[in-house]
C-alpha cells in the first residue's frame, strides 16, 4: 500500500487534543493557537484566570475547534495532580501533552536564594514535567500506536547547552544561575522519558527556544533594546509564532510519527555568535 506523502496528511492534527501548560501567554500561547487554528481541541493551563480567559477569546478567533482553559499551578505534585484530575473530568484521552510552564530567578551569586533560586524554579521547569508525563500517560496511550503515537513535547531552552548565567536577561550583578541547570535537567529528563514511554507509543522530544518575546525576556529586551537584540541574531529577528509553533505542530504529526528523544534547537543559529571568529585585521 502506498504511503501518503500529501501535505495535508502529513501534518495533520485535525480533531487532536491537546493540553499546554502555561498556555496562557509567551510560546505557549503560540502553540496553543497553532494547534486551534488547525483544528485540534486545545486546553491551556496556567495560575492567572484573567489571562487565561483573554488567551481563550484571542485564540477562538482563529480556532477551528474547542478552546478552553483550566487554572492549575504546577509548582508542586499536588497542583499538578489538581491539573491531571480536572482534565480527566473533561477528556478521556489525551493525543498531545506540551510541558510548557517554566520560570527564571536572577539573584547575586553570593546571595542566591534557595526556596525562589532553586527550589521553585526545578520544581515548575523540571519536576512538572515528570509528573504530569507520568499522570497523563495512560491517557496518551490510549489510541497510540507506531504509526500515530501519543506525544509530549517539552520546552527547554537554548539555556540548556549555554552555561551563561551571567548576561543581558539578568540585572547587573544578578545571574539565573538555577535556570540554565534545569533546562539542561529538561533535556536529560526528555530523554530518559523517551526510553520509558517508546513501548508505550509515546515520543517525547525537546524544544530548545532562543529568544522569543515573552514574560520571561521582557526584562532583558527593555533593558538591552529591541533593535540590539534583533542585531544580536544572525537573522536579524526574533523568534515569531510560526517558528514555535510551526516545529510544535511537525513535532505532534504523522510526519514525525519515528522521531523521539529528540532535543532541537531554535535559535536561528544565535548559539554561533558568541563563538564566532574574529574577522583578521591588519597589524
Not at 539555556?159 to 547587573?172: I, Q, T, Y
Not at 515573552?214 to 544572525?234: D, H, L, Y
Request: glycine share 10%; charged share 20%.
Amino acid at each position: 500500500m502506498a504511503s501518503d506523502l500529501l501535505i495535508s496528511s502529513l501534518f495533520n492534527v485535525q480533531g487532536k487534543i491537546v493540553l499546554v501548560t502555561g498556555g496562557s501567554s509567551g510560546i505557549g500561547k503560540m502553540m496553543a493557537t497553532g494547534f486551534a487554528q488547525n483544528g485540534a481541541t486545545v486546553y491551556i493551563a496556567a495560575r492567572k484566570e484573567k489571562q487565561l480567559q483573554e488567551a481563550v477569546s484571542d485564540i477562538k478567533k482563529v480556532a477551528r475547534g474547542k478552546v478552553e482553559y483550566i487554572v492549575a499551578n504546577v509548582g508542586s505534585k499536588a497542583g499538578c495532580n489538581a491539573l491531571i484530575q480536572e482534565f480527566r473530568k473533561r477528556e478521556t484521552k489525551l493525543h498531545v501533552l506540551i510541558n510548557n510552564s517554566g520560570i527564571t530567578w536572577g539573584g547575586p551569586y553570593n546571595d542566591y536564594p534557595e526556596e525562589k533560586g532553586w527550589d521553585n524554579v526545578f520544581n515548575v521547569n523540571v519536576k512538572s514535567i515528570f509528573y504530569m508525563t507520568a499522570g497523563l500517560t495512560d491517557l496518551l496511550e490510549k489510541e497510540a500506536n507506531n504509526m500515530d503515537p501519543g506525544r509530549v513535547i517539552n520546552i527547554s531552552s537554548t539555556a540548556s547547552v549555554d552555561p551563561k548565567s551571567e548576561g543581558s536577561l539578568s540585572d547587573v550583578g544578578n545571574g539565573t544561575w538555577s535556570y540554565q541547570p534545569s533546562k539542561a535537567a529538561v533535556n536529560h529528563l526528555t530523554s530518559a522519558l523517551a526510553l520509558k514511554l517508546g513501548p508505550h507509543h509515546i515520543t517525547v522530544n525537546a524544544i530548545l527556544p532562543g529568544l522569543f518575546p515573552s514574560k520571561m525576556t521582557a526584562f532583558g529586551i527593555r533593558k538591552t533594546g529591541e533593535e540590539a537584540f534583533n542585531a544580536s541574531q544572525p537573522t536579524g529577528r526574533f523568534g515569531r509564532p510560526e517558528d514555535i509553533a510551526g516545529l510544535a505542530l511537525f513535532l505532534a504529526s504523522p510526519a514525525s510519527a519515528h522521531i523521539t528523544g529528540t532535543h532541537t534547537l531554535l535559535d536561528g543559529g544565535a548559539r554561533y555568535r558568541r563563538h564566532a571568529i574574529a574577522p583578521a585585521t591588519k597589524l
